[in-house]
């Protein structure tokens, strides 16, 4: 069953009505996923819901840039941070599949957000399609990003997805082990050695180019809690905020927050894609909960 609302769209499973997703339209903003009643994803108490600011929360999208460009010569180097996809008003175009069932999403220069698009030097042409697919026991997130125009661009992708947790110390994300490893805080580079990775403190990390094959998991207390598995998109983002920072984010309720969310942001921000004209680009991520615990690294 689906339900458009002025701002919103909800998607319920026919056969269990409990098991739902809700998108907004500003951003194209995932910000529930419920499995049997159960949130899967966190999103701020303070967060904005009317279409005043991205959303802290449930899955932001992050388009033509991650961050700010440092790179002047690059055509993004103007954007804000992250872009403008998450606080633009997107075209919601439909159901396209009913068994599992898939709603999708549009978003072109044309309403896009004004402001922000201007500030993209040279202001490519674009189509961004996107599909959330809710099944039984998966969500699935998939954008494909087409180059319409005359002229290439370069682009970064990124779900900004917001996990929720009951206690981010009791949890520990797999199969990072050897991975090339970027860390904002500490602004060097170098390979993964934790066997898995633990949260005592404010984690922000761009793992990159990681194995397709490999299935990262949100493991809590020697049980899977989520499984993240990519298609397309070689890195991956691992973020918590942590106590400091969390204080410094007026959107960031209750500040405690930190202790009940962690992100797993899947993406193509390594470095730019370049779409020549006429090119598409797909990427892709299902979340499904439980199974078993996946060892797909050497951790010894």
């Known amino acids: ?5 002025q701002d919103k769209v909800i998607v ?14 500003y951003g194209a903003t995932v910000i ?12 701020s108490t303070a967060a904005k819901l009317d279409g005043s600011k991205p959303v802290r929360g449930g899955i932001p999208l992050v388009f033509p840039n991650f961050g700010k460009t440092k790179d002047e010569s690059k055509a993004t180097y103007d954007l804000p941070q992250h872009g403008f996809a998450r606080n633009s008003e997107w ?13 999708q999403f549009a978003l072109s220069p044309e309403i896009a957000n004004k402001e922000v698009y201007d500030l993209w030097k040279g202001k490519p042409d674009f189509t961004l399609i996107y599909n959330i697919t809710l099944a039984d026991e998966k969500l699935t997130t998939t954008i494909e990003v087409e180059n319409p125009g005359d002229k290439p661009f370069e682009f970064n992708w990124l779900f900004h997805t917001y996990f929720r947790v009951d206690d981010i110390t009791d949890i520990v994300v797999n199969n990072l082990t050897d991975e090339e490893c970027y860390d904002q805080l500490l602004a060097t580079t170098y390979r993964e050695k934790a066997p898995m990775v633990n949260f005592i403190e404010e984690f922000d990390r761009i793992y990159k180019k990681i194995p397709e094959e490999k299935v990262l998991q949100i493991i809590k207390l020697g049980h899977v809690q989520q499984n993240i598995k990519r298609s397309g998109l070689p890195d991956a983002v691992v973020w918590n905020p942590w106590i400091n920072k969390s204080k410094g984010m007026g959107d960031f309720e209750p500040k405690s927050g930190y202790l009940n969310m962690l992100c797993i942001e899947a993406g193509l921000v390594g470095e730019f894609k370049t779409l020549s004209p006429g090119e598409k680009w797909t990427g892709s991520q299902d979340f499904y909960p439980k199974g078993e615990i996946l060892v797909q690294s050497n951790i010894y």
């Open 1 to 5: 069953m689906i339900e458009e609302h």
């Open 12 to 25: 319920q499973l026919d056969s269990d009505p409990t098991t739902s997703v809700t998108i907004l339209k």
């Open 32 to 43: 529930s996923w419920k499995l049997k009643g159960e949130e899967q994803l966190w999103v």
């Open 91 to 103: 075209e919601f175009l439909g159901q396209t599949t009913s068994n599992p069932i898939t709603v």
